[in-house]
């Protein structure tokens, strides 16, 4: 492409003698000067909007969980549940403003963590503006959502202050930094040194950077914790998007990655057990995005397929070992975003197309050992794997425990079995009865459940006096 820059000398020679031949190529170069100020502002204006609408799409995940988590946990401890979600933004905010931005892309730096903009003093930078800052923080209180849900129903609000804080202004900083910062020691754009294995670590959105670190710290602090009282006792119930050609294939292959992971997980779980559960419905389609992020844009659609089909079995086949060791997450955060997360950076260095890796990132790079590109690629995938877990183990578990030490982390035995909204946040969100919680006293009236052949209710009518069929155990 032509350049637009402008110099009257180089104009003069081309215009007729006759005339004032300076003026005439000061005026000309003054107006496309002008015009090339222009089209720099408006693409200004577009990389930014674009950035913040990104942001945007990000944060709302945040809601989404929100949803999952008050319609996964039980109902006495639904405004808990929620408060923390917005804790995770809120905390984390201030955390990733004070450190983690820094710590993350605070250039020059080097591979291990950044050193620059602390509290984004000196940013914007000519490398990057306010929208860049919003978009990253969207991503790192994903992570720390993500373990909430795993340590869900039965932790102190101190303990999620404390480990919100740490992961998203320390633990996943230091991770973003290796693979998506431009001096990330991992990271395939890196500018100051060579590129691991020739093509650096591909995880366009975080199946390894958001997803596993969020799932492993969730496993740590469950695992810690311990399982729920009751849980088992019973019959077990209980990155940047910046190549405009590879937007419409990236929205391609994640959605349909998640409609595969939802529909396996569907029917696999009505052939397991019998019927069909929304919730885990819901979870399929999260594992199957949760490992699609990592090569969405390196990949084709049928390879999507493939990673959404292989994403529900991983979630369903971890979930059953959850069950047998008796490991208790209430959302499979640990089995959705460590498990499927893990499995998504595998198959990036299994399915990447050439062509595509260069088109988004640079020409001659390798690519995925099924479609020809030899095991380079998949050896620094298997890295990423390695290294995340070693640092979020390092990390996280050390401080669930130190904060189980100082008793810290676990509410009390009756905080836990009345529920901590009526102990810990003023009353429940809505009446309600738990069918294994012999403590609380049945409200007068309660929803029955509505089957074929089952007449309703009278208005009036007393839990006794309904269909013999199971109540529901969420009221309004």
């Known amino acids: 492409m032509a350049s637009l820059s402008c110099s009257p000398t180089h104009l003069a020679p081309l215009i007729n003698a006759g005339v004032n031949s300076t003026a005439a190529a000061n005026y000309l170069c003054t107006q496309f000067d002008a015009i090339s100020q222009k089209l720099t502002d408006t693409t200004y204006a577009i990389d930014n ?45 201030l955390s990733y403003y004070l450190f983690g931005f820094a710590f993350a892309f605070g250039a020059p730096s080097n591979g291990f963590i950044g050193r620059h903009f602390f ?30 849900g795993s340590i869900a129903e039965r932790t102190q609000f101190v303990a999620y202050l404390i480990y919100s804080s740490f992961l998203t202004g320390f633990v996943y900083p230091i991770v973003s930094h290796w693979f998506w910062s431009s001096d990330g020691w991992a990271s395939p754009t890196r500018t100051n040194g060579n590129v691991l294995f020739g093509s650096g670590v591909i995880d366009f959105a975080g199946s390894g950077v958001v997803h596993m670190v969020g799932g492993i710290a969730g496993l740590w602090g469950a695992f810690i914790e311990g399982p729920r009282i009751g849980r088992f006792d019973r019959s077990g119930r209980g990155g ?9 294939r990236t929205a391609v292959t994640t959605t349909l990655a998640g409609c595969t992971a939802a529909l396996t997980t569907l029917f696999s779980k009505r052939l397991l057990d019998g019927h069909w559960n929304v919730i885990d419905v819901c979870n399929g389609l999260l594992g199957g995005f949760a490992a699609i992020t990592s090569g969405c844009s390196v990949v084709e659609p049928w390879a999507a397929i493939v990673c959404g089909f292989v994403a529900a079995w991983v979630l369903i ?24 997360g ?72 009756d905080d836990e079995t009345a529920g901590m909204d009526m102990t810990r946040h003023g009353g429940f969100a809505y009446a309600y009865h738990d069918e294994d919680d012999g403590s609380t006293k049945k409200p007068s009236f309660m929803m029955g459940r509505i089957g074929p052949g089952t007449t309703s209710p009278s208005p009036m009518a007393t839990p006794d006096q309904t269909s013999p069929l199971p109540m529901i155990t969420r009221q309004v």
């Open 49 to 93: 909007t674009y950035l913040l609408f990104s942001a945007y799409l990000v944060f709302a995940m945040q809601l989404g969980f929100a949803m999952l988590c008050a319609g996964s946990v039980r109902a006495k401890n639904t405004m808990n549940i929620m408060l923390t979600n917005v804790l995770d933004a809120a905390a984390g905010g």
């Open 119 to 148: 509290g984004l003093k000196e940013y914007p930078s000519p490398t990057g503006d306010y929208s860049f800052f919003l978009y990253q923080w969207a991503f790192a209180i994903a992570a720390a959502g993500i373990t909430s």
């Open 240 to 248: 940047y998007y910046g190549q405009w050609s590879a937007i419409g």
């Open 317 to 340: 086949g971890l979930n059953k070992l959850a069950q047998k060791v008796e490991y208790d997450d209430p959302l499979e955060a640990a089995q959705l975003h460590g498990g499927c």
């Open 342 to 413: 893990a499995w998504g950076v595998l198959f990036t260095g299994l399915f990447a197309k050439g062509e595509y890796v260069a088109e988004v990132y640079s020409p001659g790079r390798p690519y995925g050992l099924f479609m020809g590109g030899g095991g380079k690629l998949l050896a620094a995938q298997v890295i990423q794997i390695l290294v995340v877990c070693g640092w979020v183990t390092a990390t996280m578990a050390p401080l669930f425990y130190g904060l189980h030490k100082m008793k810290l982390l676990r509410i009390s035995n």
